[in-house]
């Protein structure tokens, strides 16, 4: 079976942020039930100089729509960053599964031609390739986990299986 660029990328990245959505979702009953206040888990974060988990769902949406936008060149929508509310993350999680619904298998023909590069560190590129499996995968599981793991460490009660999500196990023979 040969695996595609389209698969590790544009189905996994839906499939994960639907998965954070109901994260978030579950998060917020939870903390109705407890008493938490859910702004109070949104700046909460894992230690003092990482992200809080807004940012921690922000910074993912932004992985997964950045990948598809620089491999492929079709335009990512852009947000205005001020979300405060599960409502309002959850609406950025749809809209970026929106998004990543119009790229096609095809518009990844040409990804390992591309250069990336980055403002922050200039005068470097990445070629696709490289760009894909050492920064743009692993940055978006890096926030998706982190934010898993703020709301876990906030005890709010997720498993494994909240993470991974629907997996597509088949009957044996």
Request: with cysteine.
């Amino acid at each position: 079976m040969h695996v595609t660029v389209y698969q590790v990328t544009i189905e996994q990245f839906i499939l994960t942020l639907s998965n954070l959505k109901k994260i978030l979702l579950k998060a917020e009953a939870q903390a109705l039930v407890k008493k938490y206040d859910f702004k109070v888990l949104l700046e909460t974060r894992l230690f003092p100089d990482m992200f809080p988990l807004g940012k921690q769902i922000q910074t993912a949406c932004d992985a997964a729509k950045f990948c598809a936008s620089r491999l492929t060149e079709i335009k990512a929508p852009v947000f205005d960053d001020k979300e405060d509310s599960c409502e309002k993350f959850i609406s950025r999680i749809d809209q970026t599964i929106n998004y990543l619904k119009t790229v096609q298998k095809d518009d990844f023909s040409h990804f390992s031609d591309k250069k990336i590069k980055f403002p922050w560190n200039p005068g470097k590129e990445l070629e696709g390739t490289d760009y894909l499996v050492q920064f743009a995968l692993p940055n978006f599981y890096f926030h998706i986990t982190t934010a898993y793991n703020i709301l876990r460490s906030s005890g709010i009660e997720l498993g494994k299986a909240d993470y991974l999500g629907e997996i597509n196990w088949k009957q044996e023979g």
